[in-house]
């Protein structure tokens, strides 16, 4: 379609094309292009707050070396369609839609008051929030569009790792979003209107709420902390480092399919914290069990939180003064892997079959090799770590997450 035809597309058209309120998925390739230029002018002004806006498009996708952010969603969804025009007319209204999003814009408003809203409502007048979306697909993605030649070896499932006990409810899916705001309202409302646009070629499978304490909580933007009290994120590689992030986080060209070079793996686990045996440790025990004090966050032995981990000093005794298998020494290692942990608190209210909290740690972290990084980390924690104790993994999956999206692009674009 010429740039003049798609001109002609009747804004009742674009309307319906900005992908809500049953017209689904009408559209052709270019329609998108006509739904933008024939909405633009209903949406809101952007809201107040420039410093609120993060960039949706970028050489990387936001939400990864983005610092995180006070809320989260992780949504994974099932494709209802084995066309890869469906996706790709759905993967640019997703694009479009989180572009704006993130601007604090509303998705607009119809004009036939008796017709629904095209945007859900609940962010009007709210500023963006920091409002990131991240999107990455699943193993099962390429399976269901037919397209396994370009799908990376390594995007499968994770190996049985000792202690899972995995529910399907929590695993896998075809495609992943995470949505992240300091607003818990900005996120959700950010992530149903993607739902909503979705309808009739992806369905939700699982979908988790993520929280650390609020920036507002702690103006000093301190290490937050888990619900095991400790500061969690304190070891992470100094997401500032290009050459560490080209290293460690992000797919480089020649590490597999071209249309992966510039994103990264994204590994989400549901762990389900024993928040009250925990609660019955001693200090020195939950101490031994991370290898860092509470308190500070420093490692055992040490004033500072950032104080360099030595898992080979001893006290006078010649006692390692870090277990061995405490989950920081574990994790570490010899310090030459690194993964970029990104994960949330969860609470998911009462488990009514134990009468005890469902809370945890909805774990996510990005790498550039699952098999280099992820694993091998994981096998070593699932053996060892003090940790496991107080801890149970209850879901899993594995998503590849593009490259940045370029303005007038769409994710996925070179997957597609
Ligand atoms: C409920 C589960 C978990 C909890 C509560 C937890 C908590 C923590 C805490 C408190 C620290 C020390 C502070 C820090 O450096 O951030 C830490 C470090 C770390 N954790 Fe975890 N963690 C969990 C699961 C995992 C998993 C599944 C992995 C990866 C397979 C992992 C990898 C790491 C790494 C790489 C470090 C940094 C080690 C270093 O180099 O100092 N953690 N974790």
Redesign the pocket.
């Known amino acids: 379609m010429s740039k003049l035809e798609t001109n002609k597309v009747s804004r009742r058209d674009a309307l319906k094309l900005i992908g809500v309120g049953g017209a689904g998925l009408l559209i052709g390739a270019t329609g998108i292009e006509a739904a933008s230029e024939k909405v633009s002018n209903f949406f809101s002004p952007s809201r107040a707050d420039a410093s609120e806006i993060l960039p949706f498009y970028g050489k990387h996708q936001q939400g990864i070396l983005t610092p995180a952010q006070d809320f989260m969603y992780l949504a994974s969804f099932n494709l209802e369609t084995s066309l890869k025009a469906d996706v790709k007319n759905l993967f640019k209204k997703w694009t479009e839609a989180a572009a704006l999003l993130s601007e604090g814009k509303s998705l607009g408003d119809s004009d036939f008051p008796s017709s629904p809203p095209i945007d859900t409502g609940e962010a009007i007048g709210l500023q963006a929030m920091k409002l990131t979306f991240t999107f990455g697909v699943g193993p099962t993605f390429f399976d269901k569009l037919s397209i396994q030649s370009i799908k990376p070896s390594q995007l499968k499932d994770l190996p049985h790792f000792s202690g899972d006990n995995l529910s399907d409810e929590w695993n896998g899916g075809d495609i992943v979003i995470q949505v992240c705001a300091n607003d818990q309202q900005v996120s959700f409302h950010g992530l149903r209107n993607l739902i909503r646009i979705g309808r009739g070629t992806v369905s939700l499978k699982w979908m988790q709420h993520g929280f650390q304490r609020s920036s507002s909580a702690d103006p000093s933007g301190s ?1 937050p902390r ?3 009290g ?7 590689p100094d997401t500032k480092d290009e050459k560490e992030m080209n290293k460690h986080i992000w797919v480089q060209n020649g590490d597999g399919p071209a249309w992966l070079s510039g994103g990264s793996y994204l ?1 989400a ?1 549901r ?1 389900r ?1 024993r928040v009250e045996e925990w609660d019955r440790s001693s200090l020195l025990d939950q101490e031994q069990t ?3 004090h509470r308190a500070t ?1 420093a490692p055992i032995g040490e004033m500072d939180e950032f104080a360099k ?1 030595d898992i080979k000093k001893t006290d006078d005794n010649g006692k390692l003064l870090i277990p061995a298998d405490s ?2 020494a574990l ?2 290692g010899k ?1 030459k ?3 970029l ?1 990104r ?1 949330y608190s969860y609470t998911d209210g009462l488990d009514i079959r134990t009468g005890k909290l469902d809370a ?2 909805l ?1 996510v ?1 990005f790498q550039r090799d699952i098999e280099k990084q ?1 694993i091998p ?2 096998d070593k ?1 699932a053996k060892m770590d003090l ?1 496991n104790e ?2 149970e ?1 209850n879901g899993s999956a594995v998503f590849a997450c593009f490259p940045g999206v370029k303005n007038g692009s769409y994710i996925g674009e070179g997957l597609l």
């Open positions: 290490t888990n619900l095991m400790f500061k969690d994120g304190t070891g992470n590994v686990r762990i914290i991370f290898g860092r966050g981990v989950h920081v994790a570490r310090g892997i690194k993964i942990r994960s945890g740690l774990f972290s992820f980390m994981q924690l940790l107080y801890i993994h």
